[in-house]
């Protein structure tokens, strides 16, 4: 975090997830533990249900809210504390929306034309996906530097949109002439920024793939984690003595490097420890791990589950302290456009 401890900004770390469907083992391993080591890290945190962002594809009301009380409770189940962190879903502080608008006359079309995700989530049929799915990143540039966050703990796929705020960002401080908003860094680390489906090694494990055998979902009991990665596809070689031996194998990489994530040990001592052996041995101990690290999330989810008043009193009372940091930013930058606004309370 160096380069922020130069700036004037204090560092600040934002992330959010979209409540679609269950969490999966790459948000897990990608974002979600990387938020609860970054809240004990002793930098400010701020985590976010990104139930906006949710809606830029059809989300059926009644899942959405069930999938908005059930990130939060993965949430907290993972380690993330609400007393320490600021958890609450984006759609109750409103200057996201209003900073979401203004960095859309600010961003360009071409920039969100070159976005891989618009393109993979829009696919063929561009003409029909919906506006807010191209603007996507520009809220979520809005997002961030809503908080004026400096750090933002991603996995590999949100490495571009990063990028994009960062764009934002410079455009803005340019165009208004101003040193207002900060140039955020993207915190990408750990052996799984980007898990794959069990399915396709060339495949993002995603929570909206149409196949549930291709992800681990926090949800999932152990009998059926263990089904999940004894069918994963992989190649009939034993695992390698090194790394190097595993350059072509991206199914076999992705286990060892869901491995070492959960087991908090690097890729190369995962393949040191298991070489030689074939993944009708792995597979298990994958397996065994997996129950060993995710079972105790998933019953603490249950128990949070059962009181969903309690969960939206946690997410009014982060959303209330996200909004008194949103809020005098969010005044200057209406100051800055030249937009007139009466004072809120
Ligand atoms: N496979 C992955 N490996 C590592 N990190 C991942 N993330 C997502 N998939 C992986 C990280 O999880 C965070 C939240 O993602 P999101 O819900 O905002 O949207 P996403 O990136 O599009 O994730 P999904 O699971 O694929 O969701 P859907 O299917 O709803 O689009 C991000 O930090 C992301 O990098």
Redesign the pocket.
Known sequence: MTDAAKSKFTPRVF???????H?????Y????KRFVEMQNSGIETIYCI?DL??IT?WQDPVDLQNATRELAASYIASGLDPKRSILFNQSQVPGHAELGWIFNCVARMGWMNRMT?WKD?AGKDAEKASLGLFAYPSLMAADILLYHATHV???????QHVELTRDIAIKFNHDFKVDFFPVTQPVIEGA??????LRDGSK??????PSDAS?INLTDDADTVAQKFRKARTDSEPLPETLEGLKDRPEARNLVNIYAALAEMTPEAVVAEYAGQGFGTFKPALADLAVSKLSPIADEMKRLMADPAEIDRILGDGAARANAIAEPILAQTYDIVGLIRSRRT
Do not use: C, F, Y
């Open positions: 992330s959010g997830i979209q409540p679609t469907n969490l999966q083992l790459g948000n391993l990608g974002a979600v990104v962002h949710a594809v995700q989530k703990p991603v996995g590999e796929d949100q490495k799984a920024t980007r898990v794959m489906s993002k494990m995603s929570k909206s793939d992800r």
